[in-house]
């Protein structure tokens, strides 16, 4: 049985088929597939970005499709950089661009208190039938002064979560990010609804 993670991103593929490692099914992501052409997630939230991605590679490749769209939203920036938040800083896409940016962004607000942060993710299932299933995880955390750490991506080394004593998600492990993140939460709520919908194709 084969599912198409919408991503060309090595880690969510490797995080998706972690929790997918006693099923049979197979994960594929848009690696498998070099000649699809991109989405633009031009969308102005992440659920319309999400589902706009998992209706065009379900109609692309005819395998049941799962897509993502996440991001940063920070309450004292009225919720940026939201679903721009992977090209924040520019295009091209950059993550070192896009974390100077919010720093210089939150420059006036010192405070713990004023960076409060959470991490968003949204997944869009479409089965075999182009039935959609939507889960979504949040992560609140804070903003911190500068970046720390060399694990995950994105703006992970800014990202402070409480669990974790002051250390960025950029300075804990990936089973201890993915024990509390935002895609952990949407992927784990997924879960059962890909294990029951696929196994219905067998």
Do not use: W
């Not at 589902?51 to 379900?58: E, G």
């Not at 679903?83 to 210089?104: Q, T």
């Not at 995880?137 to 750490?149: F, Q, Y």
């Not at 997924?190 to 196994?199: K, Q, V, Y």
């Amino acid at each position: 049985m084969k599912l198409l993670l919408a991503t060309l991103n090595r880690g969510k593929t490797a995080d998706l088929a972690r929790l997918l490692d006693s099923s049979p099914i197979e994960v594929l992501s848009l690696r498998d597939f070099p000649d699809v052409p991109d989405v633009e997630e031009d969308g102005e939230t992440f659920l319309a970005n999400a589902r706009k991605k998992a209706l065009a590679y379900r109609r692309l490749t005819g395998l049941p499709v799962l897509a993502d769209d996440s991001g940063l939203a920070v309450e004292t920036l009225g919720g940026e950089p939201g679903v721009r938040s992977a090209r924040y800083g520019g295009e091209p896409a950059d993550d070192a661009r896009n974390i100077a940016r919010l720093l210089r962004e939150l420059a006036p607000y010192p405070r713990p208190e004023q960076r409060k942060a959470r991490f968003v993710c949204v997944l869009v299932y479409l089965d075999g039938e182009e039935r959609e299933h939507v889960t979504e995880g949040v992560c609140e955390g804070t903003i911190a002064a500068a970046p720390r750490g060399d694990n995950g991506f994105g703006y992970d080394p800014l990202f402070i979560h409480p669990q974790f004593g002051g250390r960025t998600m950029g300075e804990v492990t990936r089973d201890e990010k993915n024990s509390v993140s935002h895609r952990g939460q949407a992927f784990r709520a997924m879960r059962d609804i890909l294990l029951a919908s696929l196994s219905r194709r067998a």
